[in-house]
């Protein structure tokens, strides 16, 4: 993911979350209509967020005929990773230990996600004694 890419606001988010679940290159409207069915957002929001993610790097704008079609130029997961490493670095002052253990000692998480947890560690541990 090239490095000139800022962070997604909370409607950027949305949007690039609709765009990624619909693949190939949608249009506005079939990110209004998958997104937002019971039209609550406007279609010129949603063409304007579309527009400021192409000049952003995070879509490729195509247009046919009379309709534009946006091509996702990032993965999620690379998204994710940039947000999360930011995320840490701001809040955490850059330690995942400090966020990990801020979500553990507040009852963030399940049952079920400590028991991931666990097993993500044991996984962990048994590759670094490899």
Same mark, same amino acid.
């Given at each position: 993911?090239?490095?000139?890419? &800022?962070?997604?606001?909370? !409607?950027?988010?949305? *949007?690039?979350?609709?765009?990624?679940?619909?693949? @190939?290159?949608?249009? =506005?409207?079939? #990110?209004?209509? &998958? @997104?937002?069915?019971?039209?609550?957002?406007?279609?010129?929001?949603?063409?304007? #967020?579309?527009?400021?993610? *192409?000049?952003?790097?995070?879509?490729?704008?195509?247009? #046919?005929? !009379?309709?534009?079609?946006?091509?996702?130029? *990032?993965?999620?997961?690379?998204? *994710? @990773?940039?947000?999360?490493?930011?995320?840490?670095?701001?809040?955490?002052?850059?330690?995942?230990?400090? !966020?990990?253990?801020?979500? =553990?000692?507040?009852?963030?998480?399940?049952?079920?996600?400590?028991?991931?947890?666990? &097993?993500?560690?044991?996984?962990?541990?048994?590759?670094?004694?490899?």
């Amino acid at each position: 993911m090239p490095e000139r890419l &800022s962070l997604l606001s909370a !409607l950027e988010w949305e *949007v690039m979350e609709i765009v990624w679940r619909l693949g @190939g290159a949608p249009a =506005v409207r079939d #990110v209004l209509q &998958s @997104g937002y069915p019971a039209e609550e957002k406007a279609y010129t929001t949603i063409q304007t #967020v579309m527009n400021t993610l *192409v000049k952003k790097g995070f879509l490729r704008k195509k247009k #046919v005929g !009379l309709v534009n079609f946006y091509q996702p130029l *990032v993965q999620r997961d690379d998204v *994710v @990773g940039k947000e999360t490493h930011s995320f840490v670095q701001r809040v955490f002052r850059g330690s995942a230990g400090a !966020l990990i253990s801020h979500i =553990v000692a507040n009852d963030a998480l399940s049952a079920e996600e400590l028991e991931l947890l666990r &097993s993500l560690i044991d996984q962990m541990e048994r590759r670094s004694d490899d």
